[in-house]
Structures are given as C-alpha cells and as structure tokens.
C-alpha cells in the first residue's frame, strides 16, 4: 500500500504499529499476562519520545482501537496508555515548536488567532470549556465533574497536534490515508468475532469476550459491568439472540461510528484516481474501476449494519438527505464539478442499503449453537425502529423527557458535566456502566446547560460549513474526496447521535478529533483554486 512507503522513519514506524498489534493481540486473548503492560506502555513511550512528531502522531491515530488499560494497582486497572501517549505527543509538540516558554506559547496563539476558521472555531470551543468549568458548582459529585473535564482535555491534546502539523498537505494526506488502517483491522476482527458465534455457545463466547478480551482490554471494572450490570452485544427476541458486533470495542454502538467516520479515508484511497481522471462524467466515474480497497467499502457498510444499531441504520437517511441537500447547493451555485463527484461519492449509500438483504440471512441464521423459530427477528427490528411502544425506544422516550425537564429546572449550568445520573434519580457509578439521555444534544444541555447546546451547535455548524469550502476550493484531488466523503458521514453520525451518546466513547472521540482538525487546518480555503 502506498501510505506504507516513503522514507526508512516510515518503514520504522511500521514495524513498531506491528510489533503492538502483535503484542496486543497476545494480550487481550490472555497468551502474555497483563502485568507486561506497564512494560510495553514504557516501551511506546520510548518510542514516542524519540520518533519524529509526524510519525508518533500517525502512530498514535493508527492505534486508537489497540490501545490497553494499564493495570497500575488490583483496584486501578483501567487507565489507558493512551492517556499518556496524548500527554507526551503534545508536550514533545510544544517544546519542539514552541519552546515551552510563556512569550512562544502566546505568539502561537497569536498567529492561530489570525486564521480565519480558527478564529471563528475557538470561541465556541473556549466558551464550552468555560462553562463545562462552570458546571462544576451545581455538579452533585464536583470531583466527577473535574475528571470529566480532564478526560475531554486530555482527548483534545492530539488534536491540538493534527491541527497544527495537516496545514502541511503532505502530512494531511499522509494522516488521511493512515486513517483506514485501524478503521479495516477492526472491521476484519469484527467479522472474525461474528464468525466465532457459529462455532461456541453464548457461555463461552462471554467468557472468551466478556471476561477475557474485555478485561484484558478495558480492566476489570468495565467488563465486571459489562457481564454484570449489562452490555449492547446481543439483540434479544424471548429467548433467541443475535449477536450485535461490536470488534474491539466496549459496546455496539461506538463501534460502527467509528468505522464510519473513518470511512471517508477508505474513499480517499479507492476513489481519489477515479474522479481526478474522470470527475466531468458521471457515467465514466461508476464504470471506471477503483483500486481493491474499495472492497472494503462494503464490508464496513456490512460490519455497521451487523451491529443491530439502529440509529445508525436511520442515520443512513440522515446522510442521504445531507448528500441531496448539498448536491442542490453545489447546483445553485454552478459547482458542476463537484456536485458531480458529490453524487457520484453518495451514490455509494445505496450499497449499504443493498447490503441490508445480506444482513436479513446472517441475523436470522442460528447463533451460539441455537435454532431460531423465528424468521421474521431482522426484520422485526427494522420495524421496530418507528415502534414508539418497543422497550427500549420508550425508554429512551422516557429519559429525554426526564431530561427536557432537567434543562427546564437547570436551564442555564444544568447539573453538572459528568453527573447525568442526577436528571434520572440514578447513582453516579451509574455514569460508567451507561447512564446517559441517549441523545448527544439533550446529554450536553443537561449537564452544562443550554448555552453549552448553542455553543456545541454552533461548533458543528463551522466544522461543517469547513468541510463544504474544502470540498469546493481544494485545488488537490484526495483533499477534495476526504471533504466530499466528509459532508456525507459527519452528517450520518450527528444524525445518529440523536439516540446515543457514544461518540463520548474515547476511541470514537479520537478519531472525530483526528478528523475536525484535519478538516479545519486548511487555513484559507477560498483563496485556492482547483489545478
């Protein structure tokens, strides 16, 4: 593969990103214990400190599903390596480009004051950090809150990185293509996770899964609760099930916003070739050949549809109507170009509706060892999508009511970042093992309030109005794709988090982070024109 080759850092890079999968994998399936995870943590750490800051960054974002939870003591085992990495990346970031003294650190902010987008950017971004920091004087548990705090900082710290370094558009490019790595690995392991339901019964797929993998994976906090308190891997109907892919992830449904944020690189790779030659004819574009990733594209569509979510089966509209609205843009404004290769990237939405067809056999075939009586399960769950009476979506109903009425009584700081359990009566452990308002927007209103909402809807709307000058004034053919491919999943999974909130889930956030600074590193989008 071509994002595999250039110079002997690059070469060196990969054979450490194989070195950890490989470690990785002796890990999590219990071949090597997980008291040689500090080992391999310092390891890393070595190696971020000494590798060039453009490799340590592509490495970082290649590993974001491989990453382990540090078994520091028997009742703190779950924090992640990545937390570190973040930490140091960034540190080796400011002391490389800016010293690390007070007059570089305000000339930075200085010159990233004066680029356009960022400077639109940062306020909301400043003012949702201010009053998530506010949100910690009506917080029930305050300490909670200010861990909450850290964690988002913490999630940010690379991205602050991206940002700087892809307004290079080698390392864009670069980063781009490198995307898909992780986003093809743990769509395979998936599918391998998938066949393995044919082969085991459900007792010993949770321990294999539950009690091995998870824990190896997470620590033994969250996979208590995931076998315990509850999980999203199984779609029930009486006494049959079905499994819900998650891969490598603590549930069904970060996993799929994962793979299809990441999706857009994947087009990069396949399609960039096909529309530079051939983006004044649409005809010619669907019958040119693509590169072999493309097959890929298919299998994430796949892979997404077999987690059962079914937001994200809706979101699927969602992304079809955002397709078809900028299409008419494009048109209104006489960018025949790009409306054109925007129709010819959306189109490939209908393989994923296509691909509902071969999910129908797959959900209905019987799984860890079980018949199923009914034929009709996959169906049943399409249905059940508008079914306001099924259990879960009344549920959920009853939460966002619960919130709305949370916002009503806390309009302004809401009750606390962190502390969402508080709107439902909950405990505040509950916060970990999934207590949320299932709907990203009402979660951020009730917790920090609603000017947080404002401010968070304000943020997408640049980053989105970002990806759109991308798409139309890049003069560079895989930028051009990247954005094009961006206007169709960003909108699927905003859409998606209307009932849910896992893109908080640390590995989906990585990957969003990775993607929002790539997309607004481009410093003056309107003042290029295309070659």
Not at 252 to 272: C, K, N, R, T, Y
Not at 346 to 367: D, H, R
Not at 428 to 438: F, K, M, Q, T, V
Request: hydrophobic fraction near 50%.
């Amino acid at each position: 593969m071509p994002i595999l080759k250039s110079s002997n850092k690059i070469n060196y890079l990969n054979t450490v990103f194989v070195v950890e999968v490989i470690l990785f994998g002796l890990i999590i399936t219990g071949i090597l214990p997980r008291s040689v995870v500090p080992y391999f943590s310092v390891a890393l750490v070595l190696y971020i400190i000494f590798a060039s800051l453009e490799d340590t960054t592509i490495f970082f974002v290649r590993s974001i599903p491989f990453f382990l939870a540090i078994p520091i003591t028997a009742t703190f085992d779950n924090f992640n390596s990545w937390r570190i990495l973040a930490g140091i990346i960034f540190l080796k970031w400011m002391i490389k480009s800016h010293n690390l003294n007070p007059k570089s650190i305000y000339i930075m902010i200085r010159s990233y004051q004066g680029v356009n987008m960022f400077k639109k950017i940062s306020l909301p971004l400043v003012s949702l950090l201010l009053l998530s920091a506010l949100s910690i004087i009506p917080a029930t548990d305050k300490i909670l809150a200010v861990k909450r705090i850290i964690y988002f900082l913490n999630l940010s710290l690379v991205g602050l990185v991206i940002y700087d370094l892809a307004q290079k558009q080698d390392f864009a490019k670069r980063l781009i293509k490198n995307i898909s790595i992780p986003v093809i690995a743990v769509t395979l392991i998936g599918f391998i996770q998938l066949i393995s339901t044919y082969f085991i019964d459900i007792y010993q797929f949770m321990r294999i899964w539950g009690e091995g993998i998870q824990c190896n994976q997470f620590g033994n906090q969250w996979c208590d609760i995931a076998v315990q308190v509850g999980n999203t891997w199984f779609a029930y109907y009486g006494e049959q099930l079905s499994l819900r892919v998650f891969s490598l992830f603590p549930d069904s449904h970060s996993f799929p916003q994962f793979i299809l944020l990441g999706l857009p690189s994947v087009f990069v790779i396949a399609l960039s070739k096909v529309v530079k030659e051939h983006h004044s004819s649409f005809k010619k574009m669907i019958k040119t050949r693509s590169r072999l990733i493309v097959i890929a594209i298919p299998l994430i569509f796949l892979a997404s549809i077999l987690t059962g979510t079914r937001g994200i089966w809706a979101g699927s509209i969602g992304a079809l109507m955002a397709g078809g609205f900028y299409v008419y843009i494009l048109k209104k404004n006489n960018h025949q170009t790009q409306k054109g290769v925007l129709i010819y990237l959306t189109s490939y939405i209908s393989i994923f509706f296509l691909l509902l067809a071969v999910a129908f056999p797959i959900f209905e075939s019987p799984q860890f060892l079980l018949s199923k009586g009914d034929s009709l399960l996959f169906g049943r769950r399409i249905r059940s999508i508008i079914d306001f009476g099924e259990t879960s979506n009344s549920q959920r109903i009853a939460i966002w009511k619960s919130s709305l009425v949370s916002i009503k009584n806390h309009p302004m700081l809401g009750v606390g970042i962190g502390n969402f359990p508080v709107v439902l009566n909950q405990k505040l452990e509950l916060a970990r093992a999934g207590s949320s308002a299932h709907n990203i927007y009402l979660q951020i209103a009730s917790e920090m309030g609603i000017p947080a909402l404002i401010f968070s809807l304000w943020f997408l709307w640049l980053l989105m109005q970002g990806v759109y000058n991308n798409f139309v004034y890049s003069k560079d053919w895989e930028i051009m794709v990247y954005n094009g491919s961006a206007l169709i999943f960003i909108p699927w999974i905003l859409v998606y988090c209307l009932t849910d909130v896992a893109l908080f889930d640390e590995r989906a956030f990585l990957l969003f982070i990775t993607i929002v600074s790539i997309i607004l590193a481009n410093k003056n989008p309107l003042k290029s024109g295309r070659e």
